[in-house]
């Protein structure tokens, strides 16, 4: 391995460009917290590293798009993948134009619901963990908050966290984004999957400070209809 | 300009007066209800306000040294909260507006307990980490608004180790001398016992982690202080991964702690690694006004009052579930 140099500092990982066994390569690297028990630490860094590399590899089975995984260490909570030349689709979706921004949704939707259709929820959806390229192919990363789960409440999660990374970061384009986002994940998932995954998600963005009221009301309007 | 503020939200009936000169704070006063067994009764907790509301009230008048007519506006917190306790600040803070022909303020109780943060800490712009009995939120402003970058998907922190401490008998009383019994057990304790970690983007997850501790503890396998101390350092290392991640997402440069829970001094530890770690200015609210008080709702509707954001007494509805992402902050403009 060499000529590595430090090209993100995220909030679990360093990552470093080099080469490796000929390929131009990404070195993942979690760093040890100073805030967890040195043990516990330890523990959570080693599943993180073990859970991405194999949600990668799940991925890459059901049609994914996914940096190829070239190494991974797990004592040492390290992950080197292919690199891949492109921007994050959070930098991206300010600048392009209606149509490019609609079909990287609709393809992002898609994605995610072949994720989900396979029993994997991505576990940290933002726009911050989805890559483009000049080319237009698209890359999912960051899975190491991934889980294997049959629970719906799991899916709908990942919605959630996406379209408050909508809100959030892209705010006058949240319904326009969450709308194609549905429709490519439809044509994954189906009609009646889509709205199991939606009813869920309406639910947890309504679990409000109470949960004593909660239960005595449930259900409701929910801010998801109106982008729906 | 002086606003009083009335807040009861939960089990605190507080008032509070405040003016635009410094030091800005006149009076704090306030009744707390607990209950004698188990978690909040909002029925008995609002009995136990509409009982001592003047009281509080004239006692704050007489220690400021003013009439009410002193007073330029009325502040209430109408939400977010249980509604039995809701409804009574909400009931003396319109019958004394509309009396009195003074602008009534329609307080976001978040939101105080933010700006409250800010006026104390002298920060502008922070990421704020807002934790107590009945919230867990990450925000941050943005375009206009407190936004919420993170929360707790099933129950809030506070009510998870209130609820933990009672499952195994150590409560109530909750807190004692200003320690939670939590912190009191897990001090004692130091053998990791394994539970489940959640974190999803920013939002963490509680109810796990009840359910596996509260099974460790009745298989009588583990030690008890072992079961706090674990518990422990996953609960608090969950907020302060979120609130890292939170940080580098935001890019703020103030890492702002607000609510009953900052009173916990592992907390407390843990958030300075991280402010170190990324570099930002720490402010932790002094237990007084970290929990619910009065001064802070009549500070935040000082603020909304220069800004002309006034309601009609008839039209100032309760909001038990009114997110703070719900309301426009010229201010901070
Ligand atoms: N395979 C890759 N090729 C190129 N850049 C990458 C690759 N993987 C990650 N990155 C860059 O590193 C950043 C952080 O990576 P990520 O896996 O999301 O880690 P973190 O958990 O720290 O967010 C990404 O936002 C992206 O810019
Ligand atoms: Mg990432």
Aim: net charge neutral; with cysteine.
């Amino acid at each position: 391995m060499d000529g590595l140099t430090l090209i993100a500092s995220g909030a679990e990982a360093d990552l470093y460009r080099g080469r490796f066994l000929g390929y131009d390569v990404v070195i993942k690297y979690r760093v040890p917290k100073g805030y967890r028990d040195p043990n516990f630490d330890r523990a959570v860094r080693m599943e993180r590293t073990l859970t991405e590399a194999k949600t990668m590899l799940i991925a890459m089975e059901c049609g994914v798009p996914v940096p190829t995984i070239l190494y991974v260490d797990v004592e040492n909570a390290l992950i080197v993948m292919e690199y891949v030349d492109g921007a994050l689709l959070r930098d991206v979706i300010p600048s392009v134009d209606g149509s490019l921004r609609r079909r990287y949704l609709e393809l992002l939707g898609g994605y995610v619901g072949k994720l989900h259709v396979s029993n994997v929820a991505h576990g940290d959806l933002t726009t911050s963990n989805v890559m483009v390229t000049s080319e237009g192919m698209m890359y999912l990363i960051d899975f190491g908050l991934s889980r294997v789960s049959y629970d719906v409440e799991d899916k709908a999660v990942d919605i959630h966290l996406l379209i408050r990374s909508f809100e959030s970061t892209h705010y006058n384009l949240t319904k326009e984004l969450v709308r194609y986002f549905l429709r490519g994940y439809t044509s994954a998932v189906g009609v009646e999957g889509v709205n199991i995954v939606v009813d869920k998600v309406r639910e947890i963005r309504l679990r409000g400070r109470y949960v004593e009221e909660r239960r005595v009301r449930g259900g409701g309007e929910g801010p998801i209809r109106s982008y729906v | 300009m002086i606003v009083l503020g009335i807040e009861s939200t939960a089990h605190t009936f507080g008032v509070g007066i405040v003016e635009d000169r410094p030091p800005h704070i006149i009076v704090d006063r306030r009744v707390n209800y607990t209950p004698s067994k188990g978690g909040i009764h909002p029925r008995e907790a609002s009995l136990f306000f509409m009982s001592n509301a003047s009281r509080v009230l004239k006692d704050a008048l007489i220690e400021a040294g003013l009439t009410i007519n002193d007073v330029d506006g009325i502040a209430v917190a109408l939400g977010p909260g249980l509604g039995p306790c809701l409804r009574v600040g909400a009931t003396v803070a319109r019958v004394l507006a509309s009396y009195l022909k003074k602008p009534l303020i329609p307080v976001n109780h978040a939101v105080a307990h933010i700006e409250v943060g800010r006026l104390l800490t002298g920060f502008k712009d922070p990421l704020v980490v807002y934790l107590s009995g009945g919230n867990t939120m990450i925000l941050a402003f943005s375009d206009g608004r407190y936004r919420i970058f993170g929360e707790t998907l099933d129950i809030a922190l506070g009510n998870f180790i209130d609820t933990l401490v009672r499952e195994v008998g150590l409560a109530p009383p909750y807190v004692v001398g200003g320690t939670h019994k939590l912190d009191l057990c897990a001090e004692v304790g130091g053998s990791f016992i394994n539970l489940p970690y959640v974190v999803k983007g920013l939002d963490v997850s509680f109810s796990g982690i009840l359910t596996a501790a509260l099974r460790a503890f009745r298989e009588g396998k583990y030690d008890l202080k072992d079961i706090c101390y674990s518990v422990r350092e996953v609960a608090y290392s969950a907020i302060a991964e979120v609130v890292e991640r939170g940080l580098m997402h935001t890019k703020k440069g103030e890492l702002l702690v607000v609510g009953g829970v900052a009173a916990s001094k592992a907390l407390r530890s843990k958030f300075e690694v991280v402010s170190r770690l990324r570099g930002v200015k720490l402010g932790v609210v002094d237990p007084q006004y970290a929990v619910d008080n009065g001064v802070m709702i009549a500070w935040t509707g000082l603020l909304m009052l220069r800004h002309g954001i006034t309601v009609e007494p008839e039209k100032a509805y309760i909001r038990q579930r009114w997110r703070p992402d719900g309301v426009d902050v010229p201010w901070m403009g």
